[in-house]
């Protein structure tokens, strides 16, 4: 099975950190960094457009295929701003719709241009104190348009100071029944982070910024006091683990102010990595943010994303519209393909018929009078046929004219019928006075014994196809007389 391959990168405002993370089953290893560099333009897009273009011809020399890994940002503190803020709430949901608010309120300052990330650092019955970050949101965008023009998506952007937590505390572990701090300082900024005993909150963190001329050493320990001063532990026995990148730390001298134990630590000599992967040149500060940020995803842990808040990632939805897109294209095309193979049969089966046809429809034409094509239906140039065949034989029995109406003898015959079906004249004395025959009509005279009779021949003549066109009934001399008019059907 190939191995799962992260990228991690830190941005700063002028240069970028890339850590590849491999992952083997259940190990995790660094496969390659590197970082790249750029002269300040002042126009942070443009900055960060040239850094992300540097890392991807980087990526390219190395042969490492970007699209196929996933990749996290670690921002660096000077792009973001953290707040302490208190909620009345210890529901994570009224947090989250709550919390914009209360960190406006906090800061005492407008954050609607800002995408917020957040996390908590304590629990109480009077709420929950939370560390809150701050970005502008075209800073992100910036990040985010950079890297689309390389079909780049990164899944999270995060805090550096986030990213750095998470590297310490799964590689250099706190000392038992000591609080312990680590403090990382780099060419220009510094972090000061104490790890959680409790898996529900998070570490201490603090990042500042570093000017060139201050002293270090007093630095740190004026931050060190500060930091220590929030941790609600009445008996501290702190152990100071710190990494500066300048090497201008003396521990001797910070453990004589702070009265605690205090030691320099190197921060990428426990990580397991390839071979010459992490040179005497590299920045290791900036190596321990950009592997933070790719062990997010390489563990699945939470993170503090700020893209949650503006443009969450939905690189997963979009492989699955993708790929709908691509199953529904391929749908087509087999539709349209069984459409004209299918179309091309009946066009084949319809060729003979055709044929058929034509030669038909001369006979047929000639057989009806009138016509002028044969019926696109079979069933119906035969329906018409058989009319016509029975309208010919029923001219050849004399039934009727040349014009297709019965003749008088016809008409007589089928009176005649009428009267002696089921011996009906017999039955009900039928005595006809006279019977006229015209070209259209029949006209009936006579009597019957009763009106019951005179109304079973009424019956006799319609099941004769005789229609009763008008009639005059009434009774006169003892029986029932009756004057019919009817028509052949």
Do not use: W
């Not at 590849?20 to 897009?45: M, N, P, W, Y």
Request: net charge neutral.
């Amino acid at each position: 099975m190939d191995d799962k391959k992260y990228l991690g990168v830190y941005i700063e405002r002028c240069s970028a950190s890339v850590v590849s993370l491999a992952q083997t089953a259940r190990e995790h290893k660094v496969a390659d960094c590197f970082s790249v560099t750029i002269g300040e333009k002042g126009d942070q897009a443009q900055d960060t457009a040239e850094l992300v273009n540097l890392i991807a011809d980087q990526c390219a020399k190395k042969a490492l295929v970007y699209q196929d890994c996933q990749i996290a940002v670690a921002l660096d503190c000077s792009m973001y701003m953290q707040h302490k803020v208190h909620s009345e709430f210890t529901d994570s949901r009224q947090i989250a719709q709550t919390i914009r608010f209360d960190t406006e309120e906090s800061a005492a300052t407008d954050i609607s241009g800002d995408a917020l990330a957040f996390e908590v650092y304590s629990k109480s019955s009077a709420g929950t104190d939370l560390n809150v970050f701050t970005a502008q949101k075209k800073i992100l965008l910036d990040i985010l348009t950079a890297f689309s023009k390389h079909n780049i998506d990164p899944v999270t952007i995060e805090p550096d100071i986030s990213c750095l937590s998470r590297f310490l505390t799964r590689y250099l572990p706190s000392t038992q029944n000591q609080t312990t701090v680590f403090a990382v300082l780099s060419g220009r900024n510094g972090y000061l982070i104490v790890p959680s005993s409790d898996t529900g909150t998070s570490a201490v963190k603090r990042a500042f910024l570093i000017s060139p001329v201050q002293d270090r050493n007093n630095l740190i320990t004026r931050q060190i006091t500060l930091t220590t001063a929030a941790i609600d532990d009445e008996n501290q026995n702190i152990f100071l683990k710190v990494f500066d990148a300048a090497g201008k730390i003396d521990p001797q001298k910070i453990a004589q102010k702070l009265r605690c134990q205090v030691e320099n630590i190197d921060l990428t000599a426990p990580i397991p990595a390839e071979l010459d992967v992490l040179s005497d040149s590299t920045d290791k500060v900036a190596f321990a943010a950009a592997a933070g940020a790719a062990f997010s995803l390489a563990d699945g842990n939470d993170v503090v994303d700020f893209r949650a808040d503006f443009s969450p990632f939905q690189g997963k939805k979009h492989k699955i519209q993708k790929n709908i897109k691509v199953i529904g294209i391929c749908a087509v095309i087999c539709m349209l393909a069984l459409g004209v193979f299918f179309q091309k049969k009946l066009f084949d089966a319809n060729k003979p018929r055709k044929e058929i046809r034509a030669v038909f429809e001369n006979d047929y034409i000639a057989v009806l009078p009138g016509s002028k094509e044969l019926p696109d239906k079979f069933s119906e140039a035969l329906r018409k046929l058989k009319k016509e065949s029975d309208r010919l034989q029923r001219y050849e029995k004399g039934r009727i004219n040349a014009e297709g109406e019965k003749t008088s003898s016809a008409k007589l015959t089928m009176t005649l019928e009428a009267f002696n079906k089921d011996d009906c004249a017999k039955n009900i004395n039928l005595q006809i006075d006279s019977i006229n025959i015209t070209s259209k009509y029949i006209r009936l005279t006579g009597s019957t014994l009763s009106y019951n009779g005179t109304m079973e021949l009424r019956k006799k003549l319609i099941e004769s196809d005789l229609e009763i066109l008008n009639e005059e009934l009434f009774s006169k001399g003892g029986r029932h007389n009756f004057s019919i008019t009817l028509e052949a059907k």
